[in-house]
């Protein structure tokens, strides 16, 4: 799993990355605000760790702007303000945990495991993804819709299978075309839409729930249960 922590205290940057790195997560750092939109529109990220002293911009905008844009990978707000309006402050717009500075990096590991878990797409193993009545069997390359199975090509599926992992978060068609397809994003591309259309016309057939949802000028969704 793809972590972003943005921490500006390098000390304690590197000390919360290797820890977590050392847990198995992949994870990308930025120093301030600016870097953390950037990389959060490039890449997806099942979790972020948020730190509200950022040397360019309060934490609790960066997060309010990040979850305007579409971002709803769940946040764990680190800070050094112990107030409880501060904490439900945090929490009110848009943090999921709040864990105040010094903290024991156990406890960290902790609650960003639950709120992996929890936010986590069901599945019964990390080659069967089920969302809502979609299910994907990865080893087998087989995805049906109730009873139905779909006719997908190969790229199809693989489309499909990063979106299922990433269900209830927003990909952009820059995430999709150089994290699905491995391409270098270029804006005139219609591949992302011309497949997304196909997709969509035989996932979301007349009669059954739309799943997959377009969000104008900002990507798509898997809406997940």
Known sequence: MRILLVEDELEIQTFVKQSLMGAGYEIHTA????AAALLAAKHVYQGLIVDLGLPDQDGIDLILQLRRS??????????????VDDRVKGLELGGDDYLTKPFAIAELLARMRNLLRRNAPQA???NRLRVRDLELDVLRRRATRGDEVLNLSPQEFV?????CRNAGRVVSRSMLVTEVWGMRFQPDTNVVDVH???LRGKIDTEGREPL??????????????
């Open 159 to 163: 489309l499909l299978e990063y979106l």
């Open 212 to 225: 997959i949802k377009t969000l104008r000028g900002i990507g798509y969704v898997l809406q997940g249960s």
């Open 31 to 34: 120093e301030d605000g600016k």
């Open 124 to 126: 019964e193993d990390s």
């Open 70 to 83: 579409g971002v709803t990978s769940p946040v764990l707000i680190l800070s050094a303000r112990r107030s």
């Open 196 to 198: 997304i259309y196909r």
